[in-house]
């Protein structure tokens, strides 16, 4: 999918989510100054409204700083190498800003609406040009998740995840699988050879 995606906003978009677990609507309000870019981190954290700025407030209202790979920060200034000057959005387009502030100063603009248009339908043809099953900016999310919960202890996973409930984390994104099945069937038989000397 990521060859596939044939513009470098789709890569760095993907890649972003991949690797951060963000959220869609944490991800479409990133703004260049949430990227952390010497110590390659992403910081979603809420915004007030300004003259360039929509405001947007985290789920749970908790901001969060996640660190992402080296890959994907170049991703990111190479993204913001080819942007708009002014333009303070990560992944808002400048014509799509514009169109949405104006809405905003004619009180036409609502906080529901849609702040990228057709983001669903764009990624169903990447993966169709792919040949790859269709997925959504929430299936990258929860494969992040399940990544980090292979390697990380949960507490962990759940401040990254930015789940205010333990439970949140454990029961959507920590599934048992067969692969950690085996893993404890061969654990548990080292055990019993030592013991038993089989």
């Known amino acids: ?11 760095a978009f993907l890649t972003s989510a991949y690797t951060s677990a963000g959220r869609r609507d944490e991800l479409l309000n990133l703004t260049w ?3 952390d870019f010497e110590n390659q981190n992403l910081c979603f954290f809420p915004k007030r409204a ?4 929509l405001a947007w407030e ?5 901001s969060r700083i996640v660190p992402i790979p080296p890959e994907v920060v170049q991703l990111l200034a190479n993204l913001q190498a080819e942007s708009n000057e002014g333009n303070p959005y990560v992944f808002i387009k400048t014509n799509r800003l514009k ?3 104006r809405r905003r100063s004619e009180g036409t603009w609502k906080s529901d609406y849609e702040i990228v248009n057709n983001l669903c339908r764009s990624m169903e043809v990447i993966c169709r040009r792919a040949k790859a099953e269709l997925f959504t900016p929430h299936d990258l999310r929860r494969t992040c998740i399940t990544n980090w919960a292979k390697k990380l202890p ?4 759940q401040h ?3 789940h205010s ?5 454990r029961k959507y994104y920590l599934s048992v699988q067969k692969s950690d099945l085996e893993v404890a069937r061969k654990l548990q038989s080292k055990l019993m050879t030592k013991l038993t000397n089989f």
Do not use: C, R
Request: a negative charge.
């Open 1 to 11: 999918v990521f060859e596939a995606s044939e513009s470098l906003w789709w890569k």
């Open 33 to 35: 100054v949430d990227i």
């Open 50 to 53: 300004s003259k360039l700025i």
């Open 58 to 62: 985290p789920k749970d209202h908790e």
């Open 99 to 101: 169109h949405i502030l």
């Open 154 to 157: 949960i507490q962990t996973v």
């Open 160 to 162: 990254l995840a930015g």
């Open 165 to 169: 409930n333990m439970m949140t984390t």
